[in-house]
């Protein structure tokens, strides 16, 4: 399948050329231009038309940010010595750009249906006249993608990881017209290998036969993976390149530049990745930051040797590249209000409909803490005497009217304080992800930002209309405000309550909008920010106090708190109760209004200003989604380097002597008693827990216990006649492709799913202490609150993060973290379960991950075990024990990563050849259905060794 076997090991002719860079830095600053950083330095390379290229790296190493640079997104931190060409052949400097961002389920609307997510795109991408050629192009585009038709009735949400992904590469391949580069950021990530295979050969087979670039980042692929690409550029931490070319000469370039010896049973990609991870460290002693060196100054000298007869036959772009956007059409808008609608009322109708209940909840609790008839004060005083009028009223009943109004003041304030709050907090919540889903289809010249900017506000004012109707019926009929009107339902005093409740609401659904955007990336700062507006507009409202009646407060808050019309609404609330149809004679007055400081002759007036307000602040709002995601202000202009200075060296910083300190990860900073310690030693290697003839049913039962037997071949089983068992000390792998039953065996384990298992299904525990279990799901965010670390293990390798914030935590740390929170417990748990822990990270963090928790299982004895997905060969060599599951639930290995190559000699006779990896191979054969005879074979295989080599337990 691969096609870089040929003319890509020649230099390449200048019209084959797509894209091409040379000297391509990137700098980030603090603030106001101090502290400079660079992210990439001095990076050279192109790409051919027809290609499929992999950017591979460590984490930090600049993949990502390399990818923004080629496709424009990035372009302020790019240095104006560096240079990209395009082929002369591009119109203009904006070709056809599509980008796949790595969390596509963050850019998809999940509950929105495969069918509808690819109508959409192919609409927004094309004209009119060709939307009856729809579903030919959509089922064109699912058959390149290996994707079946039968998805289209899916929902997105509902779709495995390979599946979403490639759904996403297929709603930016709608249009009719092909894009020139497709750029993917990490495709493959928390896949297992055989999924991650498909989706690469999928890309494989986009540009095979046609003119389509494909730039790919991507972690540590397995060798079948790697060898799908053209061309791979391996980026080392440090942002420099240390290879650039076809996968097959990856271990030819290494012998010549490097004479260490390399482990033959380890891809030469991990040999690379490992070199990679060291970086361009400014310490002379050390050997992997010299070969990191050696490697980048070579890759730098053959860059410019292929691409410097080129660059002339090239186009530089003098300010780099510019992504297209789309005009504002009224087809889009239509079909976006469409959308929006039919996204919030319908798609997301849960997030619409659980506002209700809510509301009612907060509205009816605040009304049950006042007496139903605080509306029933009398009001009205003369203007000519201060005795209320025609009345001959006590000082006793003066004063409870007042203490009526003052109760009625109280609650009202009480509502709209929590109201507020509520409608701003939900505006941030609900805009947040939206943004996201903007920002992708934005960028990829779905529809201009004006037509999804008009078409959300107007959505948005509808939703908001109907829920503030809902809102105001509450309020008013929750107390009792029919009494001042006998009874009777004053459609013009309700219809005034309901305006400045609407009017409330939308000024602060406006603030909300503003602080996402003020705040973009940073959606719990910008939660707290409105909790702080609310609390500042409550000095000014007047329910505490007049604020024109206090001495002390400096006149230009008051001037301030005009302009922003604070006091609007509630002035307007209680000219409604207390002014409106009430004390009608031209002498008498409302005391509440007096003492609230009610104008009533600029009570509507200052609701039209009101009204600019909120127009002032969605303009605002406009402008910021201009600045944030136009690009219209981060134009540059680069200058091409002559011939003679072309070739600029890379700066590596001043070397030092200085060591670099090294955590010594055998130290605890736990002491434990001599008892304790005994004990370890005795159960050391110890069975914790075993299970034979375990069955676990895929539906639930109205039976506790069923039998295998009795439910029949037909039955659906999840896990199929298991046999395994896990010791003290232990680090264990359990691995197999997605939907072997991975996380079910490990639910399993931590008391889950009972009901669901067979009669045949025998458990076996150890009986020299009761079993602690710990479980770690997957994403570790919800085990870790948004705080200051102060207690880390030092055997978990954290202490630099003492004084980090959680979510400003790369993801590894994150993974140890909650492993050390559950660690700090006085008597720690003996059995850890932990999903997937190195998902989502490059080799390095990933191998600091497992090396960490192999440190923590020998020291304390403790047996964790671990599901997890494409293992380099250093990581999977760190495991005591491998438990290899393979599709329709059944063990296909279990023993030491050693004796891997021994157990699948036993069914091939491939596994003498030196380019064959054993992991890889047994992830091929766990990839097959349980019918192959293979399978079978090795399925047999373990479990006669596991009941051979275990006849008795816990002893």
């Not at 929105?112 to 729809?134: C, D, G, T």
């Not at 944030?628 to 091409?640: L, Y």
């Not at 030693?681 to 216990?705: M, N, P, Q």
């Amino acid at each position: 399948m691969n096609k870089n076997n040929g003319p890509l090991n020649c230099e390449p002719m200048a019209e084959n050329i797509s894209l091409a860079w040379r000297n391509l830095s990137y700098q980030v600053s603090g603030w106001f231009g101090s502290g400079k950083k660079s992210i990439m330095k001095r990076l050279n390379g192109h790409v051919t038309y027809g290609s499929m290229n992999a950017f591979l790296g460590p984490s930090g190493a600049g993949k990502t940010t390399m990818l923004n640079c080629l496709n424009g997104t990035l372009r302020s931190g790019i240095t104006s010595d560096s240079e990209i060409y395009l082929n002369r052949a591009e119109r203009n400097q904006t070709p056809i750009i599509r980008f796949v961002e790595q969390h596509v389920h963050e850019t998809i609307i999940a509950r929105m249906s495969v069918r509808e997510i690819l109508h959409y795109a192919f609409r927004f991408k094309n004209p009119m006249s060709q939307w009856n050629r729809m579903n030919q192009h959509i089922l064109s585009v699912l058959n390149e993608l290996l994707l079946d038709k039968t998805i289209l009735d899916n929902h997105f949400e509902k779709c495995s990881g390979g599946e979403q992904r490639r759904i996403a590469i297929a709603q930016e391949l709608m249009s009719l017209e092909k894009p020139t580069f497709l750029f993917v950021d990490e495709p493959t990530t928390g896949l297992d290998s055989n999924a991650a295979l498909l989706v690469t050969q999928c890309l494989r087979k986009l540009v095979n036969n046609s003119r389509l670039t494909i730039l790919v980042s991507i972690h540590t692929p397995n060798s079948d993976t790697l060898a799908l690409f053209d061309k791979v550029f391996v980026l080392a931490k440090g942002g420099v390149c240390i290879y650039s070319g076809p996968p097959n000469d990856l271990r030819n370039n290494l012998k010549q530049k490097i004479d260490d010896e390399f482990d033959t049973d380890k891809p030469t990609i991990e040999e690379y990745l490992d070199i990679a991870c060291e970086g361009i460290k400014t310490f002379s002693l050390a050997i992997g930051s010299k070969n990191v060196r050696k490697l980048t100054d070579s890759t730098l000298i053959e860059q410019h040797t292929q691409l410097d007869p080129l660059v002339d036959d090239l186009k530089f772009l003098q300010n780099g590249i510019r992504q297209g956007r789309k005009k504002f059409s009224s087809v889009d808008f239509i079909l976006q209000f469409y959308r929006l609608m039919k996204i919030t009322f319908v798609a997301e109708y849960q997030n619409f409909l659980i506002q209700y209940p809510f509301f009612f909840f907060l509205i009816t609790v605040i009304a049950s803490f006042y007496e139903t008839n605080m509306t029933h004060a009398n009001v009205c005083y003369s203007l000519e005497s201060d005795d209320y009028l025609s009345l001959n009223m006590t000082c006793r009943e003066k004063l409870y009217d007042e203490a009526l109004t003052d109760d009625y003041r109280m609650h009202q304030m009480f509502d709209i304080v929590l109201i507020s709050l509520s409608v701003l907090g939900m505006s941030c919540l609900f805009f947040h992800p939206i943004l996201k889903v903007f920002r992708n289809e934005h960028r990829n010249q779905w529809y201009s930002l004006g037509t999804f900017f008009w078409a959300f506000l107007i959505v948005r004012c509808i939703e908001l209309t109907i829920l503030t109707g809902f809102i105001g019926m509450i309020s008013y009929f929750s107390i009792d405000h029919l009494y001042v009107d006998n009874n009777q339902l004053n459609w013009n005093r309700f219809g005034n309550f309901l305006y400045f409740v609407l009017l409330n609401n939308f000024q602060q659904q406006s603030i909300g909008h503003l602080l996402c955007l003020i705040f973009l990336g940073q959606f719990e700062v910008s939660i707290v920010s409105s909790y702080i507006v609310i609390t500042c507009q409550q000095f000014f409202t007047g329910y505490m106090f007049n604020p024109y009646k206090m001495k002390n407060i400096p006149s230009i808050f008051l001037q301030m708190s005009e302009i922003l019309s604070f006091k609007t609404v509630p002035n307007g609330l209680m000219y409604t109760m207390y002014g409106l149809d009430r004390c009608d004679d031209e002498t008498t007055i409302s005391f509440v209004l007096d003492d609230f400081g009610v104008n009533v002759d600029t009570v509507y007036s200052d609701s039209y200003f009101m009204i600019i307000n909120i127009v002032i602040i969605r303009f605002l709002v406009f402008v910021l989604m201009i600045y944030h995601f136009s690009g219209i202000f981060r134009s540059k202009r680069f200058v091409k380097a002559s011939i003679s200075d072309a070739i600029k060296c890379i700066d590596y910083g001043k070397l030092t002597n200085q060591k670099e300190e090294a955590i010594d990860l055998s130290k605890t900073v736990r002491i434990k008693k001599e008892d304790e310690l005994g004990f370890e030693d005795f159960a050391r290697h110890k069975i914790v827990v075993a299970w034979r003839s375990l069955t676990l049913f895929g539906t639930k039962s109205i039976y506790e216990i069923r039998s295998v037997e009795k439910e029949g071949p037909n039955s659906k089983q999840i896990l199929k006649n298991l046999n395994g068992q896990f010791r003290f000390g232990t680090l264990n792998a359990l691995m197999g492709p997605s939907g072997a039953g991975k996380t079910s065996l490990l639910n399993i384990l931590i008391g889950k799913s009972k009901t669901r298992l067979s009669d045949s299904t025998v458990f076996y525990l150890s009986k020299f202490t009761p079993i602690k279990v710990c479980h770690l799901k997957q994403e570790v965010s919800s085990h870790l609150l948004p705080a200051i670390a102060m207690k880390i293990l030092k055997e978990l390798d954290l202490v630099d993060t003492k004084d980090t914030y959680v979510q400003n935590c790369s993801g590894g740390q994150r993974k140890r973290l909650a492993l050390g929170l559950e660690l700090t417990s006085i008597r720690m748990p003996n059995l850890i379960c932990i999903d997937e822990p190195t998902s989502g990270l490059d080799s390095s963090s990933a191998q600091v991950v497992v090396s960490c928790l192999r440190q923590v299982a020998h020291h304390h004895n403790i047996c964790i075990i671990t599901s997890i997905h494409q293992p380099t060969a250093e990581v999977f060599s760190m495991f005591d024990q491998v438990y290899v599951l393979a599709k329709g639930g059944v063990c296909v290995y279990s023993g030491p990563p050693s004796d891997i190559r021994q157990h699948l000699t036993k069914v091939s006779d491939r596994m003498d050849q030196d380019d064959i990896f054993p992991v890889e191979e047994l992830i091929k054969y766990s990839c097959l259905s349980y019918d192959d005879p293979s399978v079978q074979d090795l399925v047999r295989l373990t479990n006669e060794k596991i009941v051979n080599d275990n006849p008795y337990f816990i002893k």
